[in-house]
């Protein structure tokens, strides 16, 4: 299994302000991913982190909006942009190897958009 | 028809009861399946991996029904540190690259 970090662990912003999300992973993985988990809902996948390209996002998401990055194997960073009280969320990154399926979660960023 | 669906919750039982989770998936050509856990405010954690044979790990046993696209996970002897939700996961194959889809989850509340 992957030890994956993730920072801020919480934040609370102003509505209109933008927030990185950073994850790092201890091991190079092949796959990282992007889930949003709103009170009492399951995770919802807002993209897949391509190493040296353009993130593949779900539909609803758009990369105006949730701008992401994976300059390397074990890192990533999530934006989310012009922020409203509904991005008002849990942000969490997971990695996992590709072929295997299974993916290993971060702790999580605890966002709330005043 | 939902991707992945679970048994809504909660379950409410005494310690020691055994307590079995469904959970049914819509694409036929889903290859993996797991179950997670997930404590309140906490991650998801890794459970187990459910392969085609069944697999039992301690108290924990998981099963797959390919014909009838459902897995499901049994506990047995509940424990009061078994309460968390159980999420159901199903690999999906889109656009090349495999991602995983949660069920909504079940809560489990094991009391004294």
């Known amino acids: 299994s992957a030890v994956i970090s993730q920072k801020p662990s919480r934040d609370i912003c102003q509505r209109g302000t933008s927030l990185t999300i950073q994850c790092q992973v201890d091991?190079?993985?092949?796959?990282m991913f992007w889930y949003r988990q709103q009170p009492g809902q399951s995770l919802t996948l807002i993209a897949t982190a391509n190493q040296g390209s353009e993130a593949t996002y779900e539909s609803g998401f758009v990369i105006d909006k949730f701008p992401i990055s994976r300059p390397n194997l074990t890192f990533s960073t999530l934006t989310v942009s012009n922020m409203s009280p509904e991005d008002s969320s849990i942000y969490l990154c997971s990695a996992g190897l590709a072929g295997e399926g299974e993916q290993f979660f971060g702790p999580g960023t605890r966002l709330t958009v005043l | 028809r939902k991707e992945v669906e679970q048994d809504p919750g909660p379950f409410n039982v005494p310690e020691g009861a055994t307590v079995a989770f469904n959970c049914t998936y819509s694409n036929s050509a889903s290859q993996s399946f797991f179950w997670y856990r997930q404590d309140c405010r906490k991650e998801p954690k890794l459970l187990m991996s459910?392969?085609?044979s069944g697999n039992e790990d301690g108290r924990f046993t998981a099963q797959l029904n390919r014909a009838s696209q459902y897995i499901s996970l049994l506990i047995r002897d509940s424990k009061l540190s078994d309460s968390a939700t159980y999420l159901c996961?199903?690999?999906?194959?889109?656009?090349?690259?495999?991602?995983?889809?949660f069920g909504k989850g079940t809560m489990l509340l094991v009391s004294p």
């Open positions: 459910v392969y085609s």
């Open positions: 091991s190079q993985v092949t796959m």
């Open positions: 996961a199903v690999n999906i194959w889109r656009r090349g690259y495999s991602t995983l889809t």
